[in-house]
C-alpha cells in the first residue's frame, strides 16, 4: 500500500478538477481520475461496454457505468514514491476499491452555486437540460457517492484544499 492514498469524489460541478489542479499546483501527486482512468464499463465485473441497451436512458446509463479499472487503482495506489496521492473524480465503482484509500473526500455545494457552475460548462456534464435534471437529482439524493467527509467548495478553490488538507492523517 501506498504511503497516503486519498480520494476525492463528488457530483459534476462541485469542483472535483478544481481541487485536483490546486492540489497539483502546490506540489501534491494527483490522479485525474475522470481522464486517466474512467471508461464505461459493469460497475461489478469492469467489463467495457459499448453503449447502453436498446430502450435505456442513454445519460443516466452512462453515468451509472462511469468506472475506473480496480486493479489499476490498486497498483497506483501500491505505488510509495510519493508520500500522498490524490485520486480524484467520479467512480461508479468505488467500492471495489475504497478500502485503499485513508479517507474519503465528498465534494458538496449549494443548488444555486451548483447550477451556476454547470451554466459555465458547455462541454461538460451538466449543460445540456437532460442531464443537468439528472446531475440536480443525483446532488440531492447523493447517489452514486462513497460515504465520506463533505467539504463544502462553494468558497474559494484554496479554501476548499485548505479545508482538505487539515483533515489529513
Not at 75 to 83: E, L, Q, R, S, V
Not at 102 to 124: A, C, H, S, Y
Request: one cysteine or more.
Amino acid at each position: 500500500m501506498g504511503i497516503r492514498n486519498y480520494l476525492i469524489e463528488g457530483s459534476s460541478g462541485t469542483g472535483k478538477t478544481s481541487v485536483a489542479s490546486e492540489l497539483e499546483r502546490r506540489g501534491y501527486n494527483v490522479v485525474h481520475g475522470d481522464r486517466v482512468l474512467a471508461y464505461v464499463g459493469d460497475p461489478e465485473t469492469g467489463r467495457a461496454l459499448a453503449g447502453p441497451p436498446d430502450g435505456a436512458d442513454r445519460i443516466a446509463w452512462g453515468y451509472a457505468h462511469w468506472i475506473w479499472p480496480a486493479e489499476r487503482v490498486r497498483a497506483i495506489a501500491a505505488d510509495t514514491t510519493h508520500p500522498v496521492t490524490f485520486f480524484c473524480g467520479g467512480s461508479r465503482n468505488f467500492h471495489k476499491f475504497l478500502h485503499l484509500f485513508d479517507k474519503v473526500f465528498v465534494l458538496d455545494i449549494d443548488v444555486e452555486t451548483l447550477n451556476r457552475r454547470l451554466d459555465g460548462r458547455p462541454d461538460e456534464p451538466g449543460f445540456e437540460p437532460a442531464e443537468r435534471a439528472l446531475v440536480l437529482r443525483y446532488h440531492k439524493t447523493r447517489e452514486h457517492l462513497p460515504v465520506g467527509i463533505n467539504i463544502d467548495t462553494a468558497g474559494s478553490i484554496t479554501g476548499v484544499v485548505d479545508d482538505i488538507l487539515a483533515q489529513l492523517t
